[in-house]
């Protein structure tokens, strides 16, 4: 066996000692992932009082503040108390206030399946 030989028989073992190490350190890693992804998994469901209406077309304001971020993207046209929201409207100009903590009875217009316009007007 040349010297040249044996080198490249050295470095050839490195290089799998080296592939060995990697590999066993990448597996343990994968193995503590998945056990903290099943230690965190929550077994029992909670329960809790639901304090909204039966009527489907009843809203609080804030459910229809959490509506405006969709209706600045275009995906619909929303209409508080006549005041027309949709992705040409400049937000900072409406005063939004007076819409938490009041009821809202909304009424949804449909194209072809899609949401086109919702309407809420205060009770």
């Known amino acids: 066996m040349d010297m040249n030989s044996a080198g490249k028989f050295l470095l050839t073992l490195f290089a799998w000692m080296l ?3 990697g590999g066993y350190s990448f597996l343990k890693n994968e193995n503590l992932q ?3 992804v099943q230690a965190s998994e929550q077994k029992h ?4 009082k639901y304090e ?3 009527d489907l077309n009843e809203m609080t304001g804030e459910q229809l503040i959490g509506m ?6 275009g995906e619909y046209r929303l209409s508080i108390d006549y005041i027309g929201i949709d992705s040409s409207t400049d937000i900072s100009s409406i005063n939004l206030r007076g819409v938490v ?5 909304i009424s949804v217009n449909r194209t072809n399946g899609a ?4 309407y809420a007007t205060h009770e």
């Open 19 to 21: 592939f060995a190490w």
């Open 34 to 36: 998945n056990d903290y």
């Open 45 to 48: 469901i909670s329960s809790s």
């Open 52 to 54: 909204g209406t039966a």
């Open 68 to 73: 405006i971020p969709h209706a600045l993207a």
């Open 101 to 105: 903590g009041l009821k809202y009875k």
């Open 115 to 118: 949401i086109t316009d919702i």
